[in-house]
C-alpha cells in the first residue's frame, strides 16, 4: 500500500506552502490557508467521509441505521459540526506555535499520520459492510495485513524522528494510539471500517501532530 508514500509526498507539498505563507502572513492567516490546503489535498474526500461518519455514529441509531445514514450523500447537524471542529482545532493549534520551523515541519507530518493511521486501521479491523462497498478495494489480511502495519509504523516514527525527534516520536506514538483506538470504536459500533470512517480518521489524526506540539511547549 502506498499511503504512507502518499502523505510523505502531500507532506512535503504541504511544508512547502506553510514554509512560504509563513514569510508573507501572520501565523494565524497562515494556519488557515494551510488547514484548507490539507483539506484540498484530498479533494476534500477525507473531509467528507468525516462528516457521513458523524452524522452517522453520534445518531445513536443500532449498527443498520448508521450504515444506512453514513450512505445518504446529504450533510447532517453533527456532519456539520464535525467538519467546522476539526478545521477549528487544525488552525488554532498551528496558529498557536510560535515557531515558523516547527510550522512547516508540522504541516509535513501531519498528512504522513492521517495516511499511516488509514494502513493501520485497515490492517487491524475488517470491513463493516458485508454486501462490500469502495472501501472493499483496499482491504487485506494475513501476513500481508502485518507487513503493511508494520510499514505504516516504521514510517510513520520515523517521519517523526526526522521531522521533530523525540517530539515527533511522541506525536507517532499519539498517531498510532489514536487511529487503532478510533478503530475499535468504529468497530465495536458498525462492526468495521468503512470508506466514510477511514477518511474520518485520517482527518482526525491528522490534528494530532498539532495537539501534540502546542502541550509540549506548554
Given amino acids: 500500500m502506498f499511503f504512507p508514500v502518499v502523505g510523505i509526498v502531500l507532506g512535503g507539498v504541504g511544508a512547502t506552502v506553510m514554509f512560504g505563507l ?24 477525507h473531509m467528507d467521509g468525516l462528516a457521513d ?10 449498527r443498520e441505521r ?6 445518504d450523500s446529504h450533510i447532517g447537524s453533527m456532519g ?25 515541519r508540522l504541516v509535513f507530518l501531519a498528512p504522513i499520520a492521517g495516511r499511516c493511521a488509514l494502513l493501520l486501521v485497515m490492517c487491524t479491523f475488517r470491513y463493516a459492510r458485508p454486501e462490500g462497498g469502495l472501501g472493499t478495494i483496499f482491504r487485506v489480511s494475513g501476513r500481508r495485513a502485518a507487513l503493511l502495519a508494520a510499514w505504516a509504523l516504521v ?6 524522528w526526522l521531522l521533530a525527534t523525540y517530539r515527533g516520536l511522541a506525536t507517532a506514538g499519539a498517531a498510532a494510539a489514536g487511529s487503532l483506538l478510533l478503530g475499535w470504536y468504529i468497530h465495536r459500533r458498525i462492526g468495521g471500517y468503512t470508506g466514510d470512517t477511514l477518511g474520518a480518521t ?8 498539532f495537539l501534540v506540539a502546542a502541550i509540549w511547549m506548554v
Fill in 202 to 209: 485520517s482527518e482526525l489524526v491528522e490534528v494530532l501532530p
Fill in 22 to 45: 509563513d514569510h508573507i502572513l501572520p501565523a494565524l492567516p497562515a494556519a488557515v490557508l494551510a488547514a484548507l490546503w490539507l483539506v484540498a489535498s484530498s479533494a476534500g474526500l
Fill in 66 to 71: 448508521v450504515l444506512e445514514i453514513m450512505k
Fill in 155 to 160: 514510517v510513520l516514527f520515523a517521519a517523526g
Fill in 80 to 104: 456539520v459540526l464535525a467538519i467546522v471542529g476539526t478545521l477549528l482545532a487544525k488552525v488554532a493549534l498551528l496558529g498557536s506555535i510560535p515557531d515558523p520551523s516547527s510550522r512547516w
Fill in 53 to 62: 461518519t458523524a452524522d452517522g455514529l453520534l445518531s445513536s441509531r443500532p
